[in-house]
Each structure stands twice: as structure tokens, then as C-alpha cells.
């Protein structure tokens, strides 16, 4: 089983649509998480840490359900700059030293007019 | 304020020669990783250091690999001798500290090794 597996999509939805994606993980120890936006021939980029309270920022929100070892993103009100491909990250640690990151494939959205 | 530099941006060459990526990371932060991307494996990572010392390099393919860090503001990934399938896009990232941190991306060396 892989450490971190994502849905690839690609999800399309029209401007204004609310979307979710979903990333499971399989280490129940694992201790940081994050969702990273990588558009087309780019470097990733940090879209938002995910704690465990579940946390927004804008139009995005991250939970994290630790019980199902799952974490999610919710976007709402989608913009054509959305369109991206967004990968979670997971650290499967031992420590913030020690653990060991793992990047999902990530997930393709593309918003249309 | 400068980001994570990488150089080159683009590499061309023939299998057997010596490649050398280089990375500048964020003045400040203590950790580096080197990371590759192709699309049959997604983003992978190599190797990472903390206050120049590497910490886990079990992501590193082969012996063929090497990194160092000589000192808080450079970074190398070597590999010798290439070969076609390193063809990749390889990404130098940092961040304040350790894994639990954000982590910030260089643009990436685009790599092909014919």
C-alpha cells in the first residue's frame, strides 16, 4: 500500500462550484500535514498547513481525521486560477527530524468558464 | 526577498556524463531537500539536510548519486555517470527547520539525459 494516496482526478468543475478532495494516508503516526498547488511546469507551492482542528484560509479549507487516517480540501466558490494540480504531503515521522515526507501524486483541477 | 535559486534551469547531455545541480537555499533556513518528478513516480524525495548534515538520503536511487552541503548557502546533487532514465526534473526546496516546517521550492533543473 502506498503512504500517501490521492484521487488523480481529473476533477472539472465550472466557476463558483465547490470542490473536495480527499487524501488517505498509512501511517497512524504520521504528525504533519499539508496541501501544496503545482501548476503546470512550476515547483510546488505551500497552500495551507492542515491542523488537527481543521483549519480555513479564504475560500479553503483542510480538515484532518485522524480516526480514518484521511486529510481533505475543500474549495469553494472555484476561480479559474484554482486550476492546478494539488498534492498532499505527509510527514511520517518520528520527529520533525527523523520522519520521513511523502508527497501524494496529487489531484488535477481544472475550472471552466 | 530571494526564494530557493536553482541552476541550471535546463540541462541537455549524453549518457555517461557527469551532471552537477546546484541550489542556493532561502538565507535562514536550516533544512534543505533535494526532491525528483517524472511522471511514472511523481515527486520523490532524494535527500535531505539539517545545518548542512544530511539526514536521511534513503531516497537516493543509487550510488550514482551523490549530494553534499558545504555550508548554509550551497547545496550540490551530482550524479556520475548519467544515465537516460535520471531524465527528470529535479527540485531543490528549504524550509526554517525540519519536516513539520513549509517547505519552499526552487524553479527546478529540468534534466535529459539522451
Known amino acids: 500500500r502506498k503512504e500517501v494516496e490521492q484521487d488523480p482526478g481529473p476533477f472539472n468543475v465550472p466557476e463558483g462550484a465547490t470542490v473536495a478532495f480527499n487524501c488517505t494516508y498509512s501511517n497512524s503516526a504520521s504528525r504533519s500535514f499539508f496541501w501544496y498547488r503545482q501548476d503546470c511546469r512550476k515547483e510546488p507551492k505551500l497552500l495551507m498547513s492542515?491542523?488537527?482542528s481543521g483549519n480555513e484560509d479564504g475560500r479553503f479549507t483542510a480538515q484532518l481525521n485522524r480516526a480514518s487516517q484521511y486529510i481533505s480540501l475543500l474549495i469553494r466558490d472555484s476561480k479559474l486560477s484554482d486550476s492546478a494540480t494539488y498534492l498532499c504531503v505527509v510527514n511520517k515521522g518520528r520527529g520533525s527530524t527523523l520522519g520521513r515526507l511523502y508527497f501524494g501524486r496529487g489531484t488535477q483541477l481544472t475550472v471552466w468558464p | 526577498d530571494a526564494g530557493v535559486i536553482q541552476s541550471p534551469r535546463h540541462e541537455v547531455t549524453e549518457m555517461g556524463q557527469e551532471v552537477t545541480l546546484r541550489c542556493k537555499p532561502i538565507s535562514g533556513h536550516n533544512s534543505l531537500f533535494w526532491y525528483r518528478q517524472t511522471m511514472m513516480r511523481g515527486l520523490e524525495l532524494l535527500i535531505y539536510f539539517n545545518n548542512n548534515v544530511p539526514i536521511d538520503d534513503s531516497g537516493m536511487p543509487e550510488d550514482r548519486f551523490s549530494a553534499k552541503m558545504p555550508n548554509a548557502s550551497f547545496s550540490t546533487l551530482k550524479i556520475q555517470p548519467s544515465e537516460p532514465r535520471d531524465s527528470a526534473v529535479y527540485f531543490c526546496?528549504?524550509?526554517?527547520?525540519?519536516?513539520?516546517?513549509?517547505?519552499?521550492f526552487g524553479d527546478g533543473t529540468r534534466l535529459s539525459i539522451l
Open positions: 492542515v491542523y488537527s
Open positions: 526546496a528549504s524550509s526554517l527547520w525540519g519536516l513539520d516546517q513549509p517547505q519552499h
